[in-house]
C-alpha cells in the first residue's frame, strides 16, 4: 500500500502537482496500474487539492481512462467504419476466441483486456489496434492470433514491434527512426508543394525576424490562408485578433488532434514534417509576439511523442526556438512538449482547451473567444498543423505564390486522408479545387456508391456530385474523405456514424445528448423494418432542432449523416419502409424472449405476428 | 345520423387519466347526448360489439395483453387519442427501461424485504392466464398508428373534454394556454 501511495507520489511529482496537468498524471497512472482506482483517485485529490469528483469526472470522460482494471495489456481495436470495411468482425473474433474473452472485458487472470475505440486515425491502414499505446495496422484474423500468443508469453507491446518478425514490422520514412519505431506507414501518396514540398529549416523564421511582427502579420493576411481544420476561419484574421488582444502573455497551440474518424493527414505531418510544424507555430508566435507554444496531441499518436521531443530539442540547440530565436534579440517561445487529448473529437476548439487544461472535454461558453482568454486565460491562437506548416511556406516563398495554388476563396493546398474503397488509400496534397470525381479517379476508386466528405460530421455525396470542388466555397472539410463502395450496406455505416456521436457527445446539453440517441434508435428501426412514412419526418424536424439548439458543433453536426442520406439517398430509406398500415410492425416473440427465460414459459406465440 | 361510439382502455397506466376523464363531472350529461358509449372500463364492456370512432388510450405497452388490446383497438377504431403522458412517451412505467428484465423480476418476487421469506422456493408467477412482461416499456405510437396526443400526467379534463368535443363535433378545438400546461 505504501509503495502505491509513493508510486502516486512520485506521478503527481513529475508534473510538480500542477492540477492543470492532471490529465497527464492521470495516463501515467492508468498505465502503470492498468486503471485509475478509487484509492489512486483520493490520493490525487488530496495532493492536488482538488475533490474527489472533480477527478472522477475527468477519468470517466476519457475513453482511454477506466476505473476498472483492464488487462496487464489492454487491446483498443478500431470498430470504425473503415475497420468494419476492411474485416473488422474476423479479426475481432480472432481476438476473442484466441484470447478467451470477448470485447469490453478482461480475462479472469487480469492478463489481456479487449476493448474497442471508435478511430485511431489509421484509415488507411485498417484493421488496426492499439496495445499498451502501441499502433497495430492492416491487421488480419491471423496476425491477431500471433498478437495474442505474445501477449500470452508475456512479451512488452513495444518488442512485438521489430526490424521484421512475425509480428510487424517498422513502416516507411521516420516511422523506422528508433524514436518512433513504429510499423504505421506513411502511405504518402501525394506530395504537394505547401506541406510536402521543398523546405528549408529556419529560413522562413530568418526571413521573419528581418521584418516587423506586423509585416508578417500582414503577409499571412495576403496570403488569403483559412484555417484547415475545417471551419476555414481566415488565419490572418485570428492572429490579429489575438495580437489586439490585452494580456500579460500570449500562446500558440497547435491543434494535432485530427478527432473526426477518417482524417490522418497529421500523423504524416507530424511524422515527416514536424520541424515545418513547429516552426509555423514559431512565425505565429513572432506575428502576435506570444512566448508559450503548445501542441495538443491525440493520445493515438503518443508513440510520436518521444520524437516530437527530439525534435524540439533540436530545434533549441539550433536557436530556432528558445531565447533570442534566430539572432532577434527578446523573440523568446519555448514549445513546451506535448499536451494530451483522449477524446477523439475536437471540432468545437473550446473543448481542447478544457481537456489541455486537464479537465472533462466540456465546450466552454464563448465568449470569450480563445483569442481573448484561451489557453489559462492567455489570448491564444489555436490552428490545426496543417495551417501552421502553411504559414511556413507563405513566409519564404511570398503570398503571391501562395495565392496562385487554389482558388479564389480557397488558396493554397489541402491536405487529404482518403480511405475506404480505392486501390490507393492514403495521403495526398493537392490544390483547392480538385473536384470528387478527379480525386476518385487519382485514389482509383472502386465503384463507389458514395463518398463521405469530413468525416462523420461532413457530407454524403452520391454518384451525381463528383463535380464537387474541395474548397471552402464548396465542399469544406478538414479533408477526410471516405470512398464506400456499393457492396457495402451505406446505411449500416451511418449507423456506425451515429453510434459515434451518441458516444462522443459529451453530455452537457439535452438537444445532443438525447437527439444522437433519438436519431440512432430511430435510424435502427428503420433498418429493421420497423420504420414509418413519419419517422422521415420526425428525424428530419429533430436534427432542425438540434442544429439550432446545440452548444457546439458536434451537436450541430450530429444530424449530418441523417439529413445528407435522407436528401442523397432517398431510395434507401423508400426500400426498408413497410407498405404503410396503422399497425406498426414489432417483434412480439423478440420482446418477450427475456421474461419466458426468466419464468421459464415455452413461448407466447399466442399472437399473429405483423 | 346516429351518434358517434367512444371507446376506452387502459393499458400500462394507473387510471389516472381515467379518473381525469371523469373529473368532467356534470358535462358528462352533455357528453351523453353527443356520443353512444362502447367498451371501455367506464361501463365495464369488455369486447367490441361494433367498430367505434374514437377511442382513447391510456398508458403504454408493457406486456403482451396490452399489444393485442392495443392492435384491436386500432382495428376497430377509427381514431385513436393517446392520453397522458404513459401512453405517449411510455412514462413511470418505462422508468424500468434500463433495468434487465430479470432483475426487475427478481426484485420483485424474489428478493424485495416483502417476497424474500414469503418466497422460499423462489418462484415466479407462471400462470397461463398471465400476460408476460416485454423487455421494455413502449409507447402506444410505436406500436400502433395514433392520431392524436392528449399531454399531460394526467391531461386535464377540460383538455379531455375538449378535444373529444371538437372531435365529434368536427370544429376545431379550443386549447389555451392553461388548459396544456402543467407547471
Known amino acids: 500500500m505504501s509503495d502505491h501511495i509513493a508510486a502516486i507520489d512520485a506521478i503527481a511529482a513529475k508534473y510538480d502537482n500542477d492540477p492543470t496537468r492532471l490529465l497527464d498524471m492521470l495516463l501515467a497512472v492508468q498505465e502503470q496500474e492498468r486503471y485509475v482506482s478509487d484509492a489512486a483517485t483520493r490520493l490525487l485529490a488530496q495532493k492536488l487539492g482538488l475533490s474527489w469528483g472533480d477527478i472522477q469526472q475527468t477519468v470517466s470522460f476519457y475513453h482511454l481512462l477506466s476505473q476498472e482494471p483492464r488487462g496487464k495489456y489492454t487491446v483498443y481495436l478500431n ?93 516507411d520514412g521516420n516511422n523506422s527512426l528508433p524514436s518512433i519505431h513504429s510499423m504505421v506507414c506513411n502511405n504518402l501518396i501525394k506530395p504537394g508543394p505547401v506541406c510536402f514540398g521543398p523546405y528549408q529549416a529556419g529560413a522562413a523564421l530568418r526571413k521573419c525576424v528581418a521584418q516587423s511582427p506586423e509585416q508578417v502579420l500582414a503577409e499571412v493576411k495576403a496570403s488569403k490562408l483559412r484555417g484547415r481544420g475545417g471551419a476555414g476561419f481566415p488565419t490572418g484574421m ?33 511524422t515527416e514534417r514536424a520541424q515545418l510544424l513547429f516552426e509555423g507555430m514559431a512565425v505565429c508566435a513572432y506575428a502576435i509576439k506570444a512566448t508559450t507554444g503548445a501542441l495538443y496531441l491525440r493520445g493515438e499518436y503518443a508513440y510520436l511523442k518521444d520524437y516530437l521531443e527530439q525534435v524540439l530539442e533540436q530545434m533549441r540547440s539550433d536557436n530556432l526556438l528558445g531565447k533570442d530565436i534566430a539572432g532577434k534579440p527578446g523573440f523568446d517561445f519555448l514549445i513546451s512538449g506535448c499536451s494530451w487529448v483522449l477524446a477523439p473529437m475536437s471540432a468545437a476548439r473550446n473543448q481542447l482547451l478544457e481537456s489541455a487544461e486537464g479537465r472533462r472535454g466540456e465546450p466552454r461558453n464563448r465568449p470569450p473567444f480563445p483569442a481573448q482568454s484561451g489557453f489559462h486565460t492567455m489570448p491564444t491562437v489555436i490552428d490545426n498543423v496543417e495551417t501552421l506548416a502553411a504559414t511556413v511556406q507563405i513566409i519564404d516563398k511570398g503570398a503571391t505564390w501562395f495565392r496562385s495554388l487554389g482558388t479564389e476563396e480557397s488558396t493554397g493546398t489541402k491536405v487529404l486522408s482518403i ?50 470542388a474541395i474548397s471552402f466555397e464548396d465542399c469544406p472539410s478538414a479533408g477526410a474523405i471516405l470512398i464506400i463502395g456499393a457492396q457495402h450496406d451505406l446505411l449500416t455505416i451511418i449507423d456506425n456514424f451515429m453510434a459515434f456521436f451518441t458516444e462522443e457527445s459529451c453530455g452537457s446539453c439535452v438537444p445532443c445528448r438525447t437527439g444522437t440517441w433519438m436519431l440512432r434508435n430511430t435510424l435502427r428501426r ?81 399472437e399473429e405476428q405483423v | 345520423m346516429s351518434k358517434p361510439i367512444i371507446a376506452t382502455a387502459s393499458l400500462a397506466g394507473c387510471f389516472g387519466c381515467h379518473m381525469s376523464f371523469l373529473d368532467i363531472d356534470e358535462r358528462i350529461l352533455d357528453l351523453v347526448e353527443l356520443v353512444q358509449w362502447g367498451k371501455s372500463p367506464i361501463n365495464d364492456i369488455k369486447t367490441f360489439q361494433q367498430d367505434c370512432d374514437i377511442a382513447l388510450i391510456e398508458g403504454g405497452c408493457c406486456n403482451d395483453e396490452h399489444i393485442h388490446t392495443l ?38 418476487y424474489l428478493n424485495s424485504p416483502s417476497t424474500s421469506d414469503a418466497n422460499p422456493d423462489k418462484i415466479f408467477p407462471n400462470d397461463e392466464e398471465l400476460p408476460m412482461l416485454l423487455d421494455k416499456v413502449y409507447p402506444c405510437h410505436e406500436i400502433v398508428k395514433m392520431d392524436y396526443f392528449l399531454p399531460g400526467c394526467p391531461p386535464r379534463a377540460d383538455l379531455i373534454y375538449g378535444a373529444l368535443v371538437a372531435l365529434v363535433t368536427g370544429q376545431e378545438a379550443e386549447l389555451p394556454y392553461e388548459v396544456v400546461k402543467f407547471d
Open chain 1, 79 to 171: 470498430n470504425g467504419p473503415v475497420s468494419i470495411m476492411q474485416g473488422y468482425e474476423g479479426v475481432a473474433t480472432a481476438f476473442s476466441e484466441a484470447v478467451g474473452c470477448s470485447f469490453g472485458s478482461v480475462t479472469a487472470d487480469g492478463r489481456i483486456g479487449l476493448f474497442t475505440t471508435a478511430d485511431m486515425g489509421m484509415g488507411d491502414q485498417e484493421v488496426a489496434a492499439l496495445i499498451n499505446n502501441v499502433v497495430f495496422t492492416n491487421l488480419t484474423p491471423e496476425k491477431a492470433r500471433i498478437l495474442v500468443k505474445a501477449m500470452q508469453k508475456g512479451v512488452p507491446a513495444q518488442d512485438m514491434v521489430t526490424d521484421n518478425t512475425e509480428y510487424g514490422k517498422y513502416g
Open chain 1, 238 to 270: 485570428k492572429w490579429e485578433l489575438c495580437a489586439k488582444a490585452e494580456g500579460p502573455e500570449r500562446c500558440v497551440v497547435a491543434n494535432a488532434d485530427e478527432g473526426e474518424p477518417g482524417t490522418f493527414k497529421d500523423r504524416v505531418l507530424l
Open chain 1, 419 to 468: 480511405s475506404g474503397d480505392c486501390d490507393r488509400p492514403g495521403v495526398y496534397e493537392v490544390e483547392f479545387g480538385i473536384t470528387l470525381g478527379e480525386l476518385l479517379t487519382l485514389a482509383g476508386a472502386r465503384d463507389p456508391q458514395a463518398a463521405q466528405v469530413g468525416g462523420p460530421s461532413g457530407r454524403c455525396l452520391n454518384a451525381a456530385a463528383r463535380d464537387t
Open chain 1, 526 to 606: 428503420i433498418m429493421h423494418g420497423q420504420g414509418t412514412r413519419e419517422d422521415l419526418t420526425s428525424m428530419r424536424q429533430l436534427s432542425a432542432v438540434m442544429q439550432k439548439t446545440t452548444k457546439c458543433g458536434l451537436g450541430h453536426t450530429a444530424a449530418n449523416p441523417i439529413l445528407n442520406t435522407l436528401d442523397n439517398f432517398p431510395h434507401l430509406y423508400d426500400a426498408l419502409i413497410p407498405e404503410q398500415t396503422d399497425i406498426r410492425s414489432f417483434d412480439l416473440e423478440a420482446a418477450v424472449q427475456a421474461s419466458n427465460l426468466t419464468v421459464g414459459r415455452a413461448s407466447v406465440a399466442k
Open chain 2, 71 to 108: 392492435r384491436e383497438f386500432r382495428k376497430h377504431c377509427r381514431i385513436l387519442v393517446a392520453v397522458g403522458e404513459c401512453a405517449i412517451m411510455g412514462g413511470l412505467p418505462a422508468m424500468r427501461n434500463n433495468i434487465p428484465i430479470k432483475e426487475c423480476l427478481e426484485e420483485a
